[in-house]
Every structure is written in C-alpha cells, then in structure tokens.
C-alpha cells in the first residue's frame, strides 16, 4: 500500500497541463530597458504623445526605486535588462473578424479550452484574448456595444475611447505607486479596457484571458474597468504560460472605478506555470490591483483563486472613498512544492459606514510557503466603518508553511474592525473516514480542500466556480499529510 | 463471508492482537464484547486496514479474497463498512454531496454508472425515513457542528445508503442517552437481512437488548477467550470481566 508520503510526491511530480508552447511568427522588440525601448512599444502601438509622456513618467519614477524587503520570502535576483518588453504575434494584414485569426493561435486557445468562436464559447461570456503583449480578439463585442458597454483591449480604448482612458489611467494605482506599478506604466503592453455605462447591468460576464507564450519576455499588461453611476459587471480573467527552465516576469497593473451605486465584481483564476518540482523556472507574479469605490454606495468585490507561479505577490486592494460603499476580498491560494505565495488585500476605510469583509483561505503542501498580508485602516472621518476578516492556512503535509499578518491601523473609535484566524492540518483521520467510505484518498483530499474553500469558490461566476473546484483538485492531486 | 485466522497485528511495536480467530457468516450478527483494551477497537480498525495498524501474522479471507492486500478504500468498495466510534467532522462538505462521491466511487469499482440524481435522491428519501434520520442534518456539512448522537444516527444512516456486506460498529452506543441508542439499535435492526452480516463492538449489554445478538464473543488481551450466544452478554452484564481473565490466567498457567 502507499504510504501518504508517496503520495505527497506524486502531486509534487504532477505535470502543468499547459506547459506547451505556440510556434508562430512573432514581433519582438530587442532586449533591453531604456528610454528607446519605451518609444518602441508607444509606436509600435501608434499611440499619441500624452500617453507616452505618461510612460516616461513612469520611467522616471521606476528609475528612482529599489525593490522592496519586507516581504516574506528571498527576493530571487531580476535582470531586468535581460528582457524583452514586446512580442506580439505577427499580423499579415488587417483583421477584420475572428475568422482571420492565425488558426494555430486559434488552435492554441482551443488547446486551453478557451474557444474564440463566439457560436462556441461559453454561454453568456464575452472574452478578451491577450498573447503575450497584444489583445488578440474580444468576442460578442457588437451585442455589448448595443448597451453603450465598451469592452476592447486597451489599445483600442486608447485609439477610440481618449477621453476615457486620460480621465481614469493612473488615477487608482499612480505612475509611482510601487516599482513594479512604475515599470508597468512604462512599458504595459495591452490589456484590457471595460467601461459599464449609467444605469447598465452587463447582461454577460466579461473575461480576459491572458498566455504568456514568448521567451524572455515579460508581460506588463493594464487593465481598467470603470463603473458609471448605478453600473455593474461580473468581470473575469484567466491565464496560463508554458514551461521553461528560466523565470519570467508579469507585472501587471489593475484599475478599477465605481462610481455612485456603481459595482464591480472581479475574479481571478491564476494558473500561470508554477515551475517544476524543484523550484526552476516558473511566473513571477508581481501585480497591483486596485480599485476605489469612489461614489455613494458603491462597491468593489475581488475573488482569486491563486494556484499557479513560482511567487505570487499581490494585494488586491480597495479604497472606500464614498460614504456607504463596501469592499470585498476572497481568497484561495494554493501552494506546493516550491511555490511562494505572499498575498492579501488592503482596504482603506475613509468614508462613512464603510463596510469590508475578508475571507482568505490559504493551502499549503509540499515545500511551499503561504503567506497572508492583510491591511485594515480606518481614516477619521469613517464613522461606523466595519470590517470582517477570517483568514484560515489549511496544511497538507509537514515541510510546508503558512504565515499570518494582519495590520490594522484604526482612527476613528466608531469603527469596528473584528480578525480571526485559524490553522488547520487535513488530519489523517479525516482520509481514513473517507477511505472507509470507498473515496480514494486522491479524492479524499480533492473533497476536503473544496469544502474548505467553498466560501470563496461560491463567490465565483458559475460557470468558473466549476472550472476552479476542478483545478483545486487537479492542482493538489493525491496531497496527504 | 469473513474469516479471520490466527490475526495478530501491532501498534507502534506493541502488540495489540494476539491470535484472533472467527467467522462470520452472512446474515449473521455477532457482538464483540470485553474490558477497555482488550483490543476491541483494535480489531475494527486492522479490518477497515487503517494504516497505522501492522499485521504480524495471520490471514483474513473476505468473500474470497485476502482482505490484507486491500488498500482501505478497496476494502470499502467490496462490502465492509465501519461506523465509527469517534466520527470526523469534514467542513464545508456537505453529508449528501460525500455520500454520492462515496455511492459512486462504490459503484463504478463494480463496473456500474453513476447513480442518477433523481435516483440518488429517492434512496436518500427512502433511508432517511428507514433509519429515522433528521432530513436537516443531509445538507449540512459532514457531522459539522453534530451532537455525539446526530454523528453516530449519521453513521447508521450511511451505513443504509451504502448497503455493505459486513458493517462493523464501533462503539456505536458509547454517548448515547438511551432514546437515541434505541433509534440507532431500531435502525440497525431495519438493516438486517439475510444476506448481511453485522459486527457489533460494545463495553456494554445495554445495546444488547435491543441488538440481539447470534453470538457473543469476548475478546480479552487480544484474543477471543470466550464465545457463547446472547446469554453470555447477561452473564457478563451481572458478573463482570473478572472472572474471565482469570479463568484466561489459570489456563495460562496449567
């Protein structure tokens, strides 16, 4: 019979599932990052001359900062002059429709079970395809357009949508916020652009999907979603890199807006290569996200389900500006393996009866090491804020980590700001219960991980929660500790 | 269906079973009695092959087969069920969503499809009803906050739904008050049959009267030093251990 440390070993030895790589004609920009580089990506993308001043800007910043130490993990070394900062694949001519997509692009999203054929994708979703640097195709865009909805890669907002772009780009997460935010503006490549007009429920979910397939290069894309007064969306993204023995960067940057009554909902499958089982290769996965309920009553709601990168360092964050606006963070972060994950949120409570809630589930397995980071503050004039966090490390196995640090800054003493936190090992007792009831302990463990993380799972899209339940599983195969 | 033959088995080097020998036919119910640590639990959990429990010496043959070359849950999917002494509690699982995966995974090892949903749910119905089980309780997470007698009418309640060869009760009597052992003994007597076998695992007679036994037998120092029918239960009920063990030392020493 195995023993469970057999079994450990085997999810560790568990194969990417899409780790395979697309051969197709690619442009790409010579490695190296300098002013020259940033000019080459603003004019390969024809943009006008406000936004790459803007990049510059964001140069300059990016050029006056150090990467930071407080994190809780060894800061692995990033040449970034060994980049490249641009591969798009090469387009013949114009593209009028999907039909005239590279078919083996095509045939690479079918690969990842993502189909751009609009008659077969999923129901009620429309998605946003981004290769390496460039958006690649946006579906049921004309059905949206009817509603004054816009959903196009940023490139095409900023060509189409100036105003747009000008009036919100930067004004959630700045030029200079971070380092990794600062070489973002300098140098994103696409991305995609939501805008939810007046008074418009999005009658569909809208995704992006993002594949990293070029090598050394990173990706740096910059999405921003606004919702005008009384707006909603469900937006989600998805994506996934194949293998290779060197780590690459994605440093993306985030932006959401929601004006009065306006709602955002966010949700992230991560899935991006996570490296082999000795810790080579892999994603970094440094990337800001933050949104700022800016208006009476609004709210902004992030969900991730983390399971891929080698690291994996974000706080998906939000800023209750408006009187009466809420903010939500659910989390699942799985690691093994070799894996990091330090990851969190941070809301700033500033207007009245502000309300948050965090719920974030952490997994660790193998050798990994699973951090949360978590940031209350509550400004002065947050009369009656309120906030809930429950933070709970699920360990499978004993060489793996899970770490907790909640800060919590009040100053205002109307407010309520309630933590719980709790750690949890999947007990022996608990497989063997299974096991007596004819449940293979693959299945055991699949089975407990996903009622530990229903919580976070039941804040998901439908038809992705299914998705997620399945690479929870598959991501965490035959784990037993 | 189950015979077990000269079985010693250990726990951390220490040896737990010292020789049991028994057989089980179907439709059988047989009543494992004897003092604390005697190895009565001991014996439930080498059977259900518990991995921390090492098999010494000795054999045991279910339906044919040679039960100790069977992973735990192969041991499930070919008709042996225990009912725990201390069942777990699974967050967030719920009782209804485990028992499927568990019908299923049961159903497709005999080469059978997957139970309907509608099908699943009538069987549900029909054993909730049969074992008196608290239609509440299904969609709650598995023994999730449960009272000791919820958790232990929830084992009997799967135990109807998964339909074994051979259930074993552990201590299923241990923590409860006296209504709930009679609906959990009513229960387990619906369950009877003829092509069924029971192990019932008791401190107690008390379980006894309303479990009537074929055969009793009383395990002492990791062997069956005594078997009899249900008379031996009150016998024991009334006199104690005491007298067994040593009658156990005086045959040692002859």
Not at chain 1, 57 to 64: D, P
């Amino acid at each position: 019979m195995r023993n469970s440390n057999e079994i450990i070993d085997d999810i560790a030895n568990k194969e990417y599932e899409f780790g395979f790589t697309t051969d197709i004609e690619m442009d790409i920009a010579p490695v190296g990052l300098n002013e020259d580089t940033i000019r080459f990506i603003s004019a390969k993308k024809q943009e006008p001359e406000w936004l790459l001043e803007w990049r510059l800007k964001g140069f300059a910043a990016f050029k006056k900062m150090k990467f930071p130490n407080w994190q809780h993990f060894q800061m692995p070394e990033l040449d970034l002059q060994k980049l490249s900062y641009y591969a798009a694949p090469k387009e013949k001519k114009k593209l009028n429709s999907l039909d005239e997509v590279d078919p083996e692009l095509l045939a690479t999203f079918d690969k990842l079970g993502i189909s751009l054929k609009e008659q077969k994708v999923l129901a009620g979703v429309a998605v946003d395809v981004v290769f390496d640097s460039v958006s690649v195709a946006t579906t049921y865009r004309a059905k949206l357009e009817e509603l004054g909805i816009i959903f196009c890669s940023f490139g095409e907002a900023v060509k189409h949508h100036p105003e747009l772009v000008k009036k919100y780009l930067g004004t959630v997460v700045p030029h200079s916020d971070n380092i990794f935010a600062a070489l973002n503006a300098a140098v994103f490549s696409d991305g995609s652009f939501v805008y939810i007009p007046k008074g418009v429920r999005s009658p569909m979910e809208l995704s992006t999907y993002f594949r990293i397939n070029a090598e050394n290069t990173g990706q740096f894309e910059r999405t921003l979603i606004i919702a005008d007064e009384s707006a909603y969306v469900s937006y989600l993204e998805g994506c996934t890199a194949p293998k290779r023995d060197e780590n690459q960067l994605h440093a993306a940057v985030v932006e959401l807006v929601a004006l009065d009554h306006g709602e955002i909902k966010y949700s992230t499958v991560q899935n991006w290569y996570p490296g082999d089982k000795d810790g080579n290769g892999g994603i970094f996965n440094f990337v800001t996200k933050r949104g700022i309920c800016k208006g009476n009553g609004s709210k902004i709601s992030w969900t991730q389900v983390e399971t891929g990168s080698a690291i994996t360092w974000k706080y998906p964050s939000v800023i209750l500006q408006g009187d009466n606006s809420e903010g939500e963070f659910y989390s699942v972060a799985v690691t093994r393996n070799k894996q990091i994950a330090d990851t969190g949120t941070k809301i700033y409570h500033l207007g009245k009866n502000t309300r948050s809630r965090i719920i974030s589930k952490g997994i660790s397995a193998g050798h990994s090491d699973n951090t949360y980071r978590g940031l209350v503050q509550v400004g002065p004039r947050a009369a009656n804020a309120r906030n809930y966090t429950q933070c709970d490390s699920l360990l499978i196995g004993d060489r793996c980590g899970a770490h907790t640090f909640p800060y919590i800054e009040s100053r205002n003493s109307t407010a309520t700001v309630e933590h719980e936190a709790t750690t949890s090992k999947i007990g022996e007792d608990q497989i063997f219960y299974l096991n007596q009831r004819g449940i293979e302990t693959e299945k055991a463990v699949a089975l407990i991980v996903n009622g530990y993380a229903k919580e976070v799972l039941n804040q998901l899209p439908m038809e992705f929660a299914v998705e997620a339940q399945k690479l929870l599983s598959i991501t965490l195969e035959g784990s037993v500790g | 269906m189950l015979t077990i033959k000269n079985l010693h088995a250990e726990v951390d080097g220490k040896k737990i079973l010292k020789g049991i020998n028994l057989e089980i036919k179907r439709g059988e119910m047989h009543a494992i009695m004897g003092p604390n640590g005697s190895g009565k639990s001991s014996l439930s959990s080498v059977l259900a092959g518990r991995e921390n429990y090492t098999v010494t010496e000795g054999e045991v043959i279910f339906e044919g087969k040679n039960l100790l070359d069977l992973s735990p849950e192969n041991r499930a999917r070919e008709g042996i069920f225990l009912a725990f002494q201390y069942p777990v509690e699974i967050p967030g699982v719920s009782n209804l969503n485990f028992l499927k995966t568990a019908l299923n995974e049961i159903r497709t090892y005999h080469g059978l499809a997957p139970i309907e949903a509608k099908e699943f749910l009538k069987l549900t119905k029909e054993k909730q009803q049969l074992v008196d089980f608290n239609a509440n309780l299904m969609n709650r997470s598995l023994n999730e906050g449960f009272s000791g007698g919820e958790k232990k009418r929830n084992e009997v309640f799967q135990l109807a739904m998964l339909d074994p060869k051979l259930a074993i009760l552990d201590e299923t009597d241990s923590g409860l008050d006296i209504d709930a052992l009679r609906i959990v003994a009513a229960g387990v007597n619906k369950l009877r049959s003829v092509d069924k076998a029971f192990m019932v695992i008791t401190h107690y007679q008390r379980l006894l009267d309303y479990i009537v036994p074929d055969f009793v037998h009383v395990l002492y120092d990791g062997r069956i030093v005594k078997t009899g029918n249900k008379e031996l239960a009150l016998e024991l009920e009334e006199k104690g251990y005491d007298w067994l063990k040593e009658e156990v030392h005086q045959k040692e020493s002859v």
